[in-house]
């Protein structure tokens, strides 16, 4: 694998990381949640005819169910990812990148980008799919601290341990001072939830948020973001923060 220059300071990045920590017990049921979910939740009609999953419930304690749809996470970047990825033009840092199918892309523009995912089955699919990727939780140290342009939390990662405000607390860190973009999806709902949340009734409890873009720019702003875009394209919502 080629190795990517830990953004642009010459250093290279590892072809893999150390075993992650688990920050605040929530990594191995959102490993579960996207990665395992054919053997963590009753089978489907469709998975019992040999057909795969394509989607995982979340359960909420409050009752709430939470389906992310599996398909669209493992499938080739569409036109709004598209899109969102023109925006990408230095390094880039995708936040629970999954099989990789964005630093993939990116790296195909030949746009520098480092894939990090909790999962082992996420970072072996991301690497076979062209991206460099490590096992690696965004509470742990990762390459090129303080110095990524560009930065990625798409697909509901901004829901990562039930925390926004902590995890972009976190991101910031990661960032460059100064005309850096961190691009996140949220809810197209003016929603800000917080929520407990298994894959089944026996599964292990953790932190999910589903969050709004109203919600997102109120949390971010006081951490020394400022909006600089929202869009919606084909029923999603994309916000850029700038720093």
């Known amino acids: 694998m080629t190795l990517l220059e830990d953004a642009g300071t010459g250093m290279p990045v590892p072809s893999a990381g150390p075993r992650h920590r688990d920050a605040g017990g929530w990594a191995a049921g959102y490993a579960r949640a996207l990665w395992a979910s054919a053997q963590t939740q009753p089978a489907a009609p469709a998975a019992r005819a040999g057909e795969p999953a394509t989607n995982v419930t979340l359960y909420s304690t409050t009752g709430t169910r939470i389906v992310l749809d599996i398909a669209r996470f493992t499938a080739q970047p569409g036109p709004a990812e598209m899109e969102l990825l023109d925006r990408c033009v230095g390094p880039t840092v995708d936040i629970g990148c999954g099989p990789g199918r964005l630093a993939a892309e990116l790296a195909a523009r030949g746009i520098p980008a480092l894939g990090i995912d909790v999962s082992p089955v996420a970072v072996l699919l991301a690497r076979a799919a062209g991206a460099t990727a490590l096992r690696r939780s965004i509470f742990d140290r990762l390459p ?91 029923g999603r919502c994309f916000t850029v923060l700038g720093v």
């Open 144 to 234: 090129g601290e303080g110095r990524w342009p560009h930065a990625l939390l798409i697909d509901g990662n901004i829901g990562i341990g039930g925390d926004p405000a902590a995890l972009l607390r976190r991101v910031r860190k990661l960032l460059r001072p100064a005309d850096a973009q961190l691009l996140v999806e949220t809810e197209s709902a003016d929603i800000d939830e917080f929520h407990r949340v298994r894959i089944d009734a026996c599964g292990p409890e953790f932190g999910w948020a589903r969050i709004g873009a109203p919600a997102l720019a109120a949390q971010a702003e006081p951490l020394g973001y400022h909006t600089k875009s929202v869009w919606h394209r084909n």
